[in-house]
């Protein structure tokens, strides 16, 4: 009997098979670590900024699904209720409301404030993902350079204006989205506002290290509380939040290196997994001040650890608010 030989077009289904099997189980090493918590939040509210998309929709998504009362706080009214009815569909929660929030707007973060003291009971877990990154200069309704009024200004005077009500629901936690941008990043305390001179890079990394020193400040304001406050770093997700890179930008360089950054960045689902265990999980009840990325404590940079920047960049918040 002669040796059986493979087909040849057998041979190259097997070899495509095992390739496609190698970059699947590439994509979800480099997804890092899934948060396996079943923790429930029935009875529980939470608020996550920037709902209508990326991570704050599988967010939002995931808090759904364990019952809590979703608030997707978002500025395009239109798309966040078409992902609410998605929402509702995928977790059969109907208990998610969409409203209106503008970050680059301070009259909005005020009347929305407003609305959650008013009309909700308690607010449970307060979550700041909404962001811009990179974009051209731009300004925001009351003059603040975009950047640094979305990623810092607007949940700052957010999360300010809604600690009461956090207070009164403790325990309660604060999640704010920062990125390991903020190690390259500079509080330019001359120029905060990028009024002299503007890169958007520097911009987009001073806002994500504000969000740091934020934290950190918050965290000691609420010592002898029960809400805490913690950052996280999503990784580098593919989203919409990087629009305005080059890259995406330009036809060409999307068609050659989209395939490698399809594979070597996480999505927006994978994304969502450490702010979901900072979120809920029970270990963190009473830890805040930290930063968070894979699901696990990381160590931030120098400059994110230093508290008299934190204290000023404070005051300068305060008063650039008007939350004083």
């Given amino acids: 009997m002669g040796r059986y030989r493979m087909p040849r077009y057998s041979y190259h289904l097997s070899l495509a098979g095992t390739l496609v099997g190698a970059v699947v189980l590439l994509r979800e090493y480099v997804g890092g670590k899934k948060y396996g918590g079943k923790e429930k939040l029935v009875g529980k509210t939470v608020i996550v900024t920037g709902a209508s998309s990326g991570i704050g929709k599988e967010t939002a998504v995931e808090l759904a699904k364990r019952g809590a009362r979703v608030i997707l706080a978002c500025r395009d009214e239109e798309k966040a209720t078409k992902v609410r009815a998605e929402i509702v569909v995928e977790t059969a929660n109907r208990n998610v409301e969409v409203k209106k929030l503008d970050l680059a707007s301070m009259a909005s973060i005020r009347k929305f404030a407003k609305d959650i003291i008013i009309n909700e009971r308690h607010v449970d877990i307060l979550i700041n993902n909404a962001g811009v990154m990179r974009c051209p200069k731009t300004l925001t309704e009351d003059g603040f350079e975009m950047q640094l009024g979305v990623n810092h200004l607007g949940h700052f005077l957010l999360t300010n204006l809604l600690l009461d009500k956090l207070k009164e629901s403790q325990p309660s936690r604060i999640i704010t989205l920062s990125s390991?941008?903020?190690?390259?990043?500079?509080?330019?305390?001359?120029?905060?506002?990028?009024?002299?001179?503007?890169?958007?890079?520097?911009?987009?990394?001073?806002?994500?290290?504000?969000?740091?020193?934020?934290?950190?400040?918050?965290?000691?304001?609420?010592?002898?509380?029960?809400?805490?406050?913690?950052?996280?770093?999503?990784?580098?997700?593919?989203?919409?939040?990087?629009?305005?890179?080059?890259l995406k930008k330009s036809y060409f360089s999307w068609i050659f290196l989209g395939p490698f950054l399809w594979v070597f960045t996480k999505t927006p689902k994978q994304g969502a997994q450490t702010t979901i265990y900072g979120a809920v999980n029970p270990g963190l009840e009473n830890v805040s001040g930290k930063y968070y990325s894979n699901c696990k404590e990381t160590k931030p940079s120098k400059d994110a650890q230093d508290d008299a920047a934190a204290k000023r960049l404070w005051l300068v918040s305060e008063r650039w608010t008007r939350l004083s």
Avoid: C, M, W
């Fill in 180 to 246: 390991v941008a903020h190690t390259r990043g500079k509080i330019n305390f001359i120029d905060l506002n990028s009024s002299k001179d503007y890169d958007k890079a520097e911009a987009y990394n001073q806002s994500k290290l504000a969000n740091l020193l934020f934290t950190r400040e918050l965290a000691k304001k609420l010592e002898g509380t029960k809400v805490t406050a913690n950052a996280v770093h999503p990784g580098i997700v593919n989203t919409d939040l990087g629009r305005h890179l080059s």
